[in-house]
């Protein structure tokens, strides 16, 4: 008896076991397939994160980068002393800044935000409106925008650099052998070459390289959300945008839902074509969390808000709430990792 | 006659090295007691530059001065989220800006130029004038000043911070067992802590602490200067300043020389007593030779100019061209190390 009813409560508990632990062995499988699913699918969409964002025309150099990285900070070569590149791109805020439309000197309002300059140099041009043909060009440009740095003219520029010895040794070392190296074009390089270090590698990127815990489950069910209704057809590639223009609002007008102060008619001011009416860089998503507020004219707060609207003007869909809140978590695993040197203040060359 | 000559050769040697080497070792001893005199002279005048600059109400701990640290560099807590205590005190320019005044919220102007916050905690008071009683009184009201933060209340800063969980998360951790730690006067705590550890030796401690080489003879030339001329009967302590008011002007009016467009009446607006007309404190000289322009109003450019003008006007004395260019010298080796930690950009917490 005793045998018998050991051997009874011994089938019990096995059955017990399987009823248990089966289901839960089935979803761990389960979940992992799913995992191994969801990476390979996107890293066939997305692909991997390079090192660097190269340029024939600008090769990189720890001296350029050095050079740029001060500069970067240098507000002196602006026309009321206040401008520099990173007061509309401030690295503790992910290289964006916090405002509507960014503020140049003597508070001149800039027509759209400041994109951020992490991985911009990945893109096929530069501001929202592709109006500037690279991060060499943009910052070259920024020197004499009216409402940027707001200098008269180059010469004004390099005046002001050559007046302070710390950057002619700068300069002069990050250009050997050129005569007059202190130019605003060897600024442009200097700081391009700087951004073209700037690459931020996330969780994201951790769990296209197979950690599968790299993302939590919202992030994970906001990545499948992203990818089934589309929103990856435009941001595309490493950077998650910045490969292609696109109508701000496809199936309905984008002001009707970012209730956007002034309609701005985008890409139409550079190329004049009717097509380009509303046409807008698609912007590379990676950081976004941390860049609000969204769009242009930052005329979006929160950024499931801003993930709702895009979902509905781009691609026809309705998302609910958990969708737009798991494609919002995903979002925040493009959230990177910033180099230590980029986070580093330079101290500004002396003008005794 | 081969020795005889041989003899009178080497007495002729020895005459030639006597006359040679003896001025020289002459030179060199007479430096190295003028050195020693130097350095014990400006000990005793000088002192010892402490390690930090503690406060009874207000204990430095390590997580008041990363969350101060952080705080510096928030603009979200300003009226037109573009003013954070690092835009008028820029620390790669020493923690001063390069402007004649400072400019707040939508650019709107303060009455005088911007102090350096670098060593600032060792005055009788902040701001040029004595108007706030320390560098946590500062902190607080500048969230309110007009022209500065623009904030409309305390009340208004704190909802913003509140809503952003890592300021939560760091205001409980800097102030355990508060209730409802998000208040101004924790902000002030916070970023008065992080500028209490704001101390620059420079080449100058170097010196006083027995390293005769760490000053240049211009540098050494400078101090002798500096001394003689009577510079640090105001500009005294560790700090070269900051611990009384003066008349700027004592033997002719300021704007004489610094060609003002304004006249300043400065602490008389204060105090309302009639002698503090033109009375303002003594500013700390740490750092100067990096911070132009001078004066409250910057209304000078070179160090070499505000040096000339301030012997003459205060202590009736002309330099030459020469005395002038050595105190600026010695001035430069007050130039002093900042802190690694100090030169890193925090990455401030997200508004999603």
């Not at 910052?139 to 390099?158: F, N, R, T, W």
């Not at 950057?167 to 700081?191: H, I, L, Q, R, S």
């Not at 992203?226 to 945008?241: A, I, V, Y």
């Not at 860089?281 to 930052?298: E, I, Q, S, T």
């Amino acid at each position: 008896m005793t045998t018998t009813s050991h051997n009874t409560n011994r089938s019990g508990l096995m059955i017990l076991a399987a009823i248990v632990f089966i289901p839960i062995l089935a979803t761990v499988l389960y979940a992992a397939d799913t995992d191994a699913e969801l990476m390979s699918r996107a890293k066939t969409i997305f692909g991997t994160l390079p090192a660097s964002m190269p340029s024939p025309d600008n090769p990189i150099t720890p001296e350029k980068v050095k050079l740029g990285a001060t500069l970067f900070w240098e507000p002196r070569i602006s026309v009321d002393r206040t401008v520099s590149c990173v007061k509309c791109h401030p690295l503790g805020l992910y290289a964006s800044d916090c405002l509507r439309k960014a503020i140049g000197n003597n508070c001149k309002e800039n027509p759209r935000k400041a994109p951020t300059i992490f991985n911009a140099a990945s893109q096929i041009s530069e501001h929202w409106i592709g109006n500037r043909s690279s991060v060499e060009d943009q910052a070259k440009q920024a020197l004499i925008g009216p409402p940027s740095y707001g200098m008269p003219d180059y010469a004004s520029v390099e005046k002001v650099l050559k007046g302070m010895k710390g950057y002619v040794a700068m300069f002069t070392a990050a250009f050997p052998g050129e005569k007059d190296p202190v130019t605003a074009d060897n600024f442009a390089k200097a700081v391009g070459a700087f951004e073209r270090t700037l690459i931020t590698p996330s969780a994201f990127d951790d769990f296209l390289q197979g950690k599968t815990a790299a993302l939590t489950g919202p992030q994970k069910r906001g990545l499948k959300t992203f990818l089934d209704t589309g929103c990856m057809s435009c941001h595309s590639g490493p950077f998650l945008g910045g490969q292609m223009y696109q109508k701000f609002g496809v199936f309905e007008p984008y002001e009707k839902y970012t209730k956007s102060v002034k309609v701005d008619e985008g890409r139409f001011a550079v190329t004049k074509v009717p097509g380009d009416k509303f046409v807008f860089k698609v912007p590379v998503l990676r950081n976004v969390a941390m860049a609000p507020p969204y769009f242009h004219d930052g005329s979006v707060d929160k950024l499931t808000d801003a993930v709702t609207i895009m979902a509905k003007i781009q691609l026809g869909k309705n998302l609910n709430a958990e969708q737009a809140e798991d494609i919002a978590a995903f979002l925040s695993s493009l959230t990177g990792r910033i180099p230590q040197a980029v986070l580093t203040v330079p101290v500004l060359p002396s003008e005794n």
